[in-house]
């Protein structure tokens, strides 16, 4: 089998057409029959990425081209699940880079290369979308040249073939004069570069196999996906598996072996170097950890991964209003679920506090860490959240932290308010030129910190029509305080259902969060203030009735609609002394301490120590 084997991923900017590029040779490399319905983005199997048109999780897939096995990964383009990039990178021999021919290179284009090149890779590039009207095909490919150049690739690496394509429409060519037909151009051009695993498997020696990817499966139990990266393997064999470190983490039988075939994983006797499979019938094995024959004296190397930046903690819930909604409230699940998610998710880091009912969670960013709370409270859990914190490091006495490059393309009216709020936030400015179009492309270095909950902020600010992207840079020395939100906090200060008249009459005092109707309690965040200061609000009062017939009622009364706090936006709105409440049913925002004494002392406590 591994004579005719080619192992690539594709690797690109989110939202530069990967998932819509695999679906396409899907179809053509004949994964689907002429008649059979198959859903759109095929390879976004999970509910979020569809709702989120994100990949969060890469996966594998494997084309028969020809004489040909191509096994492809498809992996996320933004930097939040750039974890699983690294990852992914070590079980292939190529990697197609796609680049949008009119957005060009972006940061995490910067980020999937520079990933690729260390490995020794050598990329094809595809120009992405050229079929659209603002498509610019050959400054693109000065960009991406040029961030070759900036990356240190090698002559052989600088070399890069190029195909012009459009992943939707399916088809590629090697030049823009000629015509198009299909993606043959692309699959001649895999075959063709990426090397064959087979002259330099090393078939003879020790079956030995690095874990790269990690689920479970109702019947299989925890499958562990990777590259056999020496000799051979069949089912039935007595395998043992060994940590990072060399130590002997188990001893096993390996009950199923899986190869790729279309979307599906179907079982196989053996397999041998240079093939991609997924293996069943080990307990404690892990991501990173290898996997080999009895006789394997060392583990495989495998890529220290980037470190998380961003931190929140997750305790339970314990509002008034808990347990209505989740079936897991209890804080022996909450650490399971978690501690399950930092086993396959190598990018995030659970660590337990001194709080018995809380654990902090670290990852790359607030949309992976967004993403892991969205997908436990879709599986039934009720959680608190806390305001993410940034992770600091000390060298030689002083504190570090995370800066990030940020890219942000903008009309050019809104260039000024961009520039005034970013350098609030301690941004500095690196580059500032047109980008064609009336817009303006800014190019600054800030802190982490000043970015979190900047997003929905900067798309208010620039009427939706800016586009932000951020990648981690580098640490530098601490920037010095940010200012936080300006405006208070509207806090009921009582336990009920609101009201439409008390919600009508608090409308002048700032924005509700809250429509009428709903359940409330004392602590509970309603709205925002206008002003700087928190407030203290009742929610529940009820217009009086008096035997005066122009009395009417409250059905009379017209709201303002309220503003509805996505998960993400509502851990960027919160403050330190402020929770998140997460259930199955609705999101709230809440006081740590629900009650207004409880409120004054903590305070007086911050400000005395």
């Known amino acids: 089998m591994a004579e005719r084997l080619r192992n690539l991923a594709i690797i690109a900017h989110v939202d530069h057409g990967k998932t819509t590029l695999v679906d396409q040779l899907l179809v053509q490399g004949g994964a689907f029959r002429a008649n059979e319905a198959h859903a759109e983005r095929a390879m976004d199997s999970n509910d979020q990425e569809r709702e989120r048109g994100i990949t969060i999780l890469a996966k594998c897939t494997s084309i028969v081209w020809r004489d040909y ?17 690294e990852r992914i990178l070590g079980m292939v021999d190529g990697c197609v880079l796609l680049v949008d021919a009119s957005e060009g290179v972006m940061p995490q284009t910067k ?26 095909p050959d400054r693109a490919l000065n960009e991406i040249f040029e961030l070759f150049l900036a990356l240190g690739a090698s002559d052989e690496q600088a070399d890069f073939p190029i195909l012009y394509a459009s992943g939707k429409e399916g088809w590629a060519k090697t030049d823009m004069a000629a015509e198009h ?25 020790p079956f030995a196999f690095l874990v790269t990817m990690l689920d479970s499966d109702a019947f299989l139990g925890r499958v562990l996906t990777g590259r056999v990266e020496s000799g051979r393997v069949k089912v039935g064999d007595n395998v043992k598996a060994l940590s990072r470190d060399g130590k002997e983490i188990e001893r096993g039988r390996l009950t199923k072996l899986l190869s790729f075939r279309g979307l599906k994983r179907v079982p196989v006797e053996s397999a041998e170097a240079g093939d991609i499979i997924a293996i069943a019938g080990l307990v404690d094995t892990t991501v990173a950890d290898t996997i080999g ?9 495998s890529t220290p991964i980037d470190p998380p930046t961003l931190a929140i903690t997750v305790s339970i819930n314990d509002s008034p209003l808990a347990g209505r909604a989740g079936d897991k409230v209890q804080s022996r699940v909450i650490r399971a679920r978690l501690m399950a998610e930092a086993e396959s998710n190598v990018a995030i880091r659970v660590t337990e506090t001194a709080n018995k009912d809380a654990y902090e ?3 790359r960013g607030e949309l992976q860490l967004g993403v892991l709370v969205e997908t436990m409270r879709r599986e039934g859990f009720e959680l608190s959240l806390s305001r993410p914190k940034v992770l600091t490091r000390s060298e030689n006495g002083q ?20 520039i005034e709020k970013m350098s609030i936030r301690k941004a500095e400015l690196q580059d500032m030129r047109p980008s064609g179009g009336g817009k303006t492309r800014l190019v600054m270095l800030a802190p982490s910190r000043g970015m979190v909950g900047y997003h929905g902020e900067f798309l208010t600010d620039t009427r939706g029509s ?21 405006n208070g906090a509207l806090i009921s200060n009582d336990k009920g259902q609101s009201t439409a008249y008390a919600l009508w009459n608090l409308e002048e005092r700032g924005q509700m969060f809250i429509a009428d109707g709903e359940n409330v309690y004392e602590g509970m965040i309603i709205g925002e203030n206008s002003r700087g200061e928190d407030l203290d609000v009742n929610p529940l009062k009820g217009k009086k009735l008096t035997n005066v017939r122009a009395s009417g009622k409250d059905e009379s009364i017209r709201l303002t ?11 960027a709105w919160i403050e330190d002394d402020e929770l998140v409440e997460v259930t199955p049913a609705a999101i709230r925002i809440r006081k740590a301490h629900l009650d207004p004494n409880e409120r004054k002392k903590a305070q007086r406590a911050r400000e005395a120590g």
């Open 293 to 301: 024959a009895i006789d394997l004296a060392a583990p495989l190397p």
């Open 181 to 205: 037909k299909d993606l043959t151009p692309l699959f001649d051009l895999i075959v063709r570069h990426v090397p064959d695993p087979a002259p330099i498997a090393r078939k003879d020696e």
């Open 466 to 486: 800016g586009v932000m992207n951020r990648l981690f840079h580098s640490w530098a020395p601490w920037k010095g305080d940010i200012p936080g939100r300006r």
């Open 69 to 85: 096995r191509l096994n492809i990964v498809d992996t996320p383009g933004h930097a939040d699940f750039g974890g699983e990039v």
């Open 399 to 418: 504190t570090l932290e995370p800066v990030e490059e940020v890219v942000i393309d903008v009309d050019d009216e809104y260039t000024g308010v961009v």
């Open 111 to 136: 980020f999937v290369l520079s990933k690729a090149l260390k490995r020794g890779l050598r990329p094809m590039v595809v120009l992405n979308k050229v079929d659209r009207p603002s498509a610019e």
């Open 561 to 571: 609609p309220p503003r509805r706090l996505t998960l993400e936006q509502a851990m």
């Open 361 to 363: 969670v670290a990852g």
